[in-house]
């Protein structure tokens, strides 16, 4: 059971240990992965997920590929090649490339070195949680007073980042200093990551929410039923256009519409440089089931074919502020010199 400060994945010796999150909340199953194989079906059958989380796995998995190639007397070239398979499970999520080019480097002094390294580039990730959820949930009770409803979208907490959460995290702190009235939860369709996940991480913290489903969202918003928005994301593009599980966008136009404040949470390993603005940033497909089928079973006709982005671009300008380990970045882009557009003005366009 993941309660604030447990470990959702972690390293044990000579291999990873980590919640299944595919099968929550009716059953808490541990997996042990063991191979490069075990890994990149984990992550992407979604067992691992989270964009922290991913960034973790990255670190482990040098690691993990390394052990198995002195098990199987890889090449170099194979464990190279291994190496990379992992790098590229997921394309949107740039915390796993980050995790894996973490360690890699530190590879040539040894797999004992690399274990290191990878476990204490673990603990950082976990720490930099802790943060962000001190610094977005100051900077929330800056904007409004009394204890806030705060409406959340998709699975941002202790499974999706190792420990306690981002825009979880921030909603976490806020419960702990008094100033939380209220969670809303997107269902987050088609892979339910708010209801399955998110409702079982609040209710083991003793936090008050409640759930709707994803098309409802904006419409709560319009009826004031939320003081502020906070998700989290898998890719923060050089402008600070913010790549986040689809249904992102939609809650995103709502709040600017409602005139509430829209908070991103996000580790400083989110921010990608190399990426100019969210239209360079590769959005994942899925397979067409996830969204014709429900829990294995299928609930549109024989022959239906379906569009399945995992994830949208919200632009910057929509965005009030994002909240990192270091800082709060409003009213500039996350990159200088970067471009944003001339009305990005975040923090002094909503109350």
């Known amino acids: 059971m993941v309660h604030a400060g447990d470990a959702a994945l972690e390293w044990r010796n000579d291999h990873i240990s980590c919640i299944d999150q595919t099968v929550l909340p009716h059953e808490e199953r541990q997996l042990s992965i063991t191979t490069v194989d075990e890994l990149i079906d984990a992550i992407v059958r979604l067992a691992i997920r989270g964009a922290p989380m991913l960034g973790a796995a990255g670190a482990l998995g040098v690691v993990l590929a390394a052990l198995q190639a002195e098990r199987s007397g890889w090449s170099p070239e194979r464990l190279r090649a291994e190496i990379d398979r992992v790098r590229c499970a997921r394309p949107t999520a740039v915390n796993l490339e980050w995790g894996v080019a973490e360690v890699l480097p530190v590879l040539r002094h040894g797999v004992a070195a690399a274990e ?26 800056t904007l409004r007073d009394g204890r806030l409803r705060v409406h959340t979208h ?62 409802a969202g904006p419409f709560v918003l319009a009826q004031g039923l939320a003081d502020a928005v906070v998700v989290g994301a898998d890719r923060i593009a050089a402008n600070g256009d913010v790549a986040n599980k689809i249904g992102t966008y939609g809650l995103a136009l709502a709040a600017h519409h409602a005139r509430i404040p829209f908070l991103v949470a996000a ?24 969204v014709t089928h429900v829990a294995g079973r299928r609930v549109a006709p024989e022959n239906t074919r379906a569009v399945n982005f995992a994830f949208d671009i919200t632009p910057a300008e929509l965005i009030t502020a994002i909240v990192t380990e270091r800082r709060v970045i409003a009213g500039e882009p996350p990159v200088r010199g970067s471009t944003a557009p001339a009305d990005v003005r975040p923090g002094a366009a909503r109350p």
């Open 116 to 141: 290191t390294a990878a476990v204490t580039t673990v603990a950082r990730i976990a720490a930099a949680n802790r943060e962000i959820g001190d610094r977005g949930a100051a900077y929330l009770t």
């Open 154 to 215: 998709c699975n941002t907490g202790a499974l999706a980042c190792v420990e306690w959460g981002t825009a979880l995290g921030v909603i976490r702190t806020l419960h702990e200093r008094g100033r939380l009235a209220n969670v809303i939860v997107d269902e987050t369709r088609p892979l339910l990551q708010g209801s399955r996940l998110t409702c079982w991480e609040l209710a083991r913290a003793g936090i008050a929410h409640q759930l709707v489903p994803d098309g």
């Open 267 to 290: 580790p400083e390993s989110t921010i990608d440089p190399a990426t100019p603005t969210g239209a360079s940033i590769p959005v994942e497909r899925r397979s067409e089931a996830e």
